[in-house]
């Protein structure tokens, strides 16, 4: 079974992220509430696939995606993005493109796009 971490600082977003993951019966979930808990959580357990907010408090997407990428260099990296307070989800995803994540999907994600990427990412 394939290891996915769902990193977001929103719990609304993990939650239902988690769910969907859970439903397929494919995926063991662990989440994480930010960009700290994520790079820890990515560096211990070593997921196969990292379903992350591209734009989290305290790390720009830039350096949060190059830090997961080491923290674990063998993950895939699925990227989502709303945007935030002072960039557009298009310009928080082209960083985290740009940085190293696989995928990257605008929020709200549809259940299908996501589950079609984590699937590329796993094959």
């Known amino acids: 079974m394939a290891t996915v ?5 929103d ?11 859970d439903a397929s019966g494919d995926y063991e979930v662990i989440e994480a509430d930010g960009c700290e808990a ?19 408090p305290k790390m720009t997407a ?3 995606i190059k830090a997961l990428r080491w923290a674990c260099p063998r993950a895939g ?18 960083l985290a493109s740009t ?3 696989d995928e990257v999907l605008r929020k ?9 990427a984590i699937a590329r990412l796993l094959h």
Do not use: C, W
Request: proline share 7%; charged share 20%; hydrophobic share 50%.
């Open 38 to 56: 994520a790079l820890e959580l990515a560096a211990s357990q070593k997921p196969d696939v990292v379903v992350t907010e591209a734009a989290m």
């Open 62 to 64: 830039i350096e949060y």
């Open 108 to 116: 709200p994600a549809r259940n299908e796009p996501l589950i079609e």
């Open 77 to 94: 990296i699925v990227a989502l993005s709303a945007g935030g307070m002072h960039q557009s989800p298009e310009f928080a995803t082209g």
């Open 99 to 101: 940085a190293g994540a």
């Open 5 to 9: 971490l769902v990193a977001d600082d």
């Open 11 to 21: 719990p609304g977003v993990r939650y239902a992220l988690k769910r969907l993951l």
